[in-house]
């Protein structure tokens, strides 16, 4: 993958990346650092699902950190380049159906749905090899 691919684009960032970029997961934090530097300079947008701030606020409230929790969603919702979606009935039937076609855990179907739905690019890293046919997806 590389970077410059994103340029001017929406794409649409599941909780894996995310999380790994936090916690400075050694083996994607080179690739990740670029990626969200390249956001962060206005390179591309992202949209999130609000899963994934669900998702990224589990560690720091599950161990009491909840000023961490507070920094991580103050920076997600005032970031001027990442948006986040909220779940919608719409987007909640679609992930029924993906769910029920691909047998995806439920937070996976409601991140592809979402994704569907604003009509994103996917950037997921934890689906190589996904069973999930039609959907272009960005793996890092």
Excluded: W
Excluded at 24 to 29: A, D, E, R
Excluded at 111 to 120: G, P, S
Aim: aromatic share 12%.
């Amino acid at each position: 993958m590389v970077i410059n691919d994103f340029a001017s684009k929406t794409v649409f960032l599941d909780t894996a990346p995310l999380i790994y970029f936090i916690e400075g997961h050694s083996i994607f934090q080179p690739i990740l650092f670029h990626l969200f530097d390249f956001n962060d300079k206005g390179g591309f947008s992202f949209v999130m699902s609000s899963v994934t701030l669900l998702e990224v606020l589990v560690k720091p409230l599950r161990n009491g950190q909840t000023a961490i929790a507070k920094q991580y969603r103050d920076i997600l919702s005032s970031a001027e380049n990442i948006v986040i979606s909220d779940v919608t009935s719409a987007i909640a039937e679609r992930a029924a159906q993906l769910r029920a076609k691909y047998n995806l855990r439920t937070p996976d179907a409601i991140q592809l749905a979402t994704d569907i739905h604003q009509y994103y690019t996917c950037m997921k890293a934890y689906l190589p090899g996904s069973s999930v046919h039609g959907f272009a997806m960005t793996l890092v």
